[in-house]
């Protein structure tokens, strides 16, 4: 039995879902599940949070769960799979890198498929499973505001995905929150892409985890 608890019914599911106080007053472990947990920015939200809190770890092909948050059906076996939560945490998704005479529909469809339509499938699906208070944390990027060459897709995608945070953040029920972190360039990812952050000063990936840990545990809601 949970104490103190209301119902939520999501796609024929009923879930007992816990009321809570506000999270940045609580001292209990929360329970988080991150997607993307084994990329750079996942593994460094895990180490961060780890020591206080419940991680449930999911990705593509590995982690605690499978997910491909592209697919509806998959974030929904996903929830069930997981229970009832805490936090969710997104630090996955995938964007088309090319210069924009080379654009094509397909190639901006990866992004709008899997980085920005993906991170809403789990808000969709996700607010049953988080207990009252609970929150999301999306991931855009700096390129939402300081566009780089080649990255049209990733600024289209990163755009949309932190005008979704602040126009669902007025409409979540039971007191759910939301945010994004927008990183810039990761020192992790130099190598790989570098190249198209001519200038930039990388951050690691451990600065930009508390980031997350601040949307998780702190009291802000529609904030980039």
Request: hydrophobic residues 40%; negative net charge; glycine residues 10%.
């Amino acid at each position: 039995m949970i104490p103190n608890a209301t119902w939520a019914i999501w796609q024929g599911y009923t879930l007992r879902v816990k009321d809570r106080v506000p999270l940045w007053d609580e001292r209990e472990p929360m329970r988080i599940l991150i997607i993307g947990a084994t990329g750079p920015i996942g593994r460094a939200v895990v180490e961060q949070l780890t020591a206080h809190h419940q991680i449930v770890k999911a990705g593509r092909s590995h982690g605690d769960v499978r997910v491909d948050i592209r697919s509806r059906e998959s974030v929904s076996q996903l929830f069930r799979e997981a229970g009832l939560l805490d936090a969710i945490v997104c630090a996955a998704g995938h964007v088309h890198f090319d210069p924009l005479d080379r654009m094509t529909f397909d190639k901006f469809e990866i992004g709008l498929q899997d980085k920005l339509m993906g991170q809403v499938n789990l808000v969709l699906a996700g607010q049953a499973s988080l207990n009252n208070g609970g929150s999301f944390t999306l991931t855009s990027s700096s390129c939402s505001e300081i566009p780089i060459r080649g990255g049209t897709g990733e600024s289209m995608v990163d755009g949309a995905i932190e005008s979704f945070v602040r126009a669902a953040a007025i409409e979540l029920p039971r007191g759910l929150r939301i945010n994004a972190v927008s990183p810039t360039i990761l020192q992790e990812s130099m190598e790989l892409y570098g190249h198209y952050f001519c200038g930039y000063e990388p951050v690691s990936a451990q600065r930009v985890a508390l980031a997350y840990a601040e949307s998780i545990g702190g009291s802000q809601t529609g904030q980039v």
